[in-house]
């Protein structure tokens, strides 16, 4: 098998500059000895990955197309190559710890995400190509208008940092729209000072209903409001705003 046809279905747009594969590879540090490449295709980041011989790479992938070309390709791979959907698998064959590294499908980057929040305490570092306005959401600080609910959840874990921004014309097919590479690093919180399961249902309230003051979206919620938050938006919050506005509804 020479080349593998990208699937509109699958979201796949495949990067065929060199220079950009190695330095993506290159932004990942050495948080983990064990890295997994989500939706590696035909290797392009692989393929560095593989020379960096302090690591243990894994791969996971849901196209048997690709998973049959990496098995060619990289044969001494084949026993860390997962043919799976990545949004549905639990991780128990990789080891405690793992960084996490891929050119996430666009369609699927903020599950991709979800999923990593869910992983925290496993994943120490994250190197991901996104599109450049979820790149953009990532790393804004409160009070941009691109601040949203990731930019909370993921920042009560990770210090985010965006990279460098990648043109459409670097991909087979190219895309719509550029991408952007961001690194996630963990932060030192184990663990919030507040009822976390409390905490994401107020974010995902306050943020699901952005244009609305937050007495308002988060009364919906049948959750009473401390009055010094009732009338800012949810873009006006810090994740200690959020963490202080839980710690006063738990009370």
């Not at 098998?1 to 190695?22: C, E, T, W, Y």
């Not at 960096?52 to 791969?59: A, F, G, I, N, Q």
């Not at 670097?170 to 009822?195: G, H, Q």
């Not at 010094?228 to 006063?248: C, G, H, N, Y």
Request: with cysteine; net charge positive.
């Amino acid at each position: 098998m020479s080349v593998v046809r990208p699937k509109k279905k699958l979201g796949q747009h495949f990067l065929k500059d060199q220079n950009i594969a190695f330095k993506i590879v290159d932004s990942l540090g050495v948080a983990a000895a064990n890295v997994l490449e989500v939706g590696p295709g035909m290797g392009v980041l692989t393929r560095y990955l593989l020379q960096r011989p302090e690591l243990s790479v894994h791969v996971v992938e849901i196209d048997p197309e690709s998973v049959e070309y990496l098995k060619t390709h990289f044969p001494g791979l084949e026993p860390r190559i997962y043919s799976l959907d990545f949004l549905k698998w639990d991780a128990a064959q990789l080891p405690q710890h793992f960084s996490v590294i891929g050119n996430f499908p666009y369609n699927i980057s903020s599950q991709i995400f979800f999923r990593i929040i869910e992983w925290r305490n496993r994943v120490p570092e994250v190197v991901c190509m996104v599109q450049k306005e979820v790149a953009e959401r990532l790393s804004s600080p409160p009070g941009n208008k691109t601040y949203g609910i990731l930019s909370v959840l993921l920042g009560a874990f990770y210090d985010t940092e965006y990279l460098f921004t990648v043109s459409e014309q670097v991909f087979i097919p190219p895309p719509k729209v550029k991408s952007a590479v961001i690194r996630l690093r963990r932060n030192s919180t184990e663990e919030l000072p507040c009822n976390e399961e409390l905490f994401f249902k107020i974010v995902k309230a306050a943020f699901n209903k952005r244009r609305k003051m937050l007495r308002n979206s988060l009364s919906e919620q049948g959750l009473e409001l401390p009055e010094q938050f009732a009338t800012k938006r949810p873009e006006q919050l810090s994740v200690a705003d959020f963490i202080r506005l839980t710690k006063m509804v738990e009370t």
